[in-house]
């Protein structure tokens, strides 16, 4: 799967809206969208854009927006659609791991439907370094169709089989457990709704300059 993803998200990248629409019943673009009430401040970035619609729609929305993906066919479509909009984009290429950013110049980073990378430990200590205190880490992890249709059932099983369907109890707990323990704080998990669709929502929160110092008195 993971070489699947890869071809689409690279020499494929034209084709990645096409893909999401199918295997989303068109829904993709929406269920996207449904991130924006989780977002907080002014400045905001976007792990693994894709092809850019989120970036409109935060552009839209009035944030002071910016973008990090390694994929270059992504960002050139990103562009793309940004300037046909009449938008300025703000996209750099990097990998999440090593984020080519200022230590905490983001008030909010945010991912919809990433790969693995995203929860890894040298991307959430990167995230953690780039936003600044009391800043918002919002993660739209996966999503369950409503209906009950042949099509929508077998959808609801490629999802689950790919990591982008129902997540168990148990791994949201090992999830919340590794942020805490890499001093996150208000770690919640949102259940989000798109017409019946259920959409999983990973908010997590760097702690306030007085939070950080009481921790640092208490050591």
């Known amino acids: 799967m993971e070489r699947i993803f890869w071809l689409l998200y690279h020499p494929f990248a034209w084709a990645y809206d096409w893909v999401a629409h199918v295997v989303s019943v068109g829904r993709w673009r929406h269920w996207v969208r449904t991130i924006l009430p989780f977002i907080r401040g002014l400045r905001v970035l976007e792990i693994g854009f894709g092809p850019g619609h989120l970036q409109v729609e935060l552009n839209a929305a009035g944030f002071s927006t910016f973008g990090v993906d390694e994929s270059m066919p992504m960002i050139k479509l990103a562009r793309n ?22 230590c905490e110049c983001f008030d909010c980073v945010v991912a919809t439907f990433p790969g693995a990378f995203i929860l890894a430990t040298p991307t959430l200590e990167g995230i953690w ?23 929508t059932r077998f959808l609801r099983w490629l999802f689950r089989v790919t990591s982008q369907g129902p997540w168990l109890p148990s791994v949201c707990d090992s999830i919340t457990a590794r942020l805490v323990d890499l001093n996150y704080v208000n770690v919640t998990w949102e259940n989000s709704d798109y017409n019946g669709d259920r959409l999983l929502v990973l908010v997590a929160q760097k ?7 009481e921790a640092k008195g208490l050591e």
């Open 81 to 102: 659609r940004l300037q046909r909009a009449g938008l300025v984009s703000n996209l750099v290429r990097g990998r999440a791991e090593t984020l080519p950013f200022a």
């Open 129 to 151: 370094r780039i936003l600044r205190p009391g800043g918002r880490l919002v993660i739209l992890l996966g999503s369950r169709l409503g209906g009950n249709s042949p099509y």
């Open 207 to 213: 702690p306030s300059d007085l939070a950080i110092a």
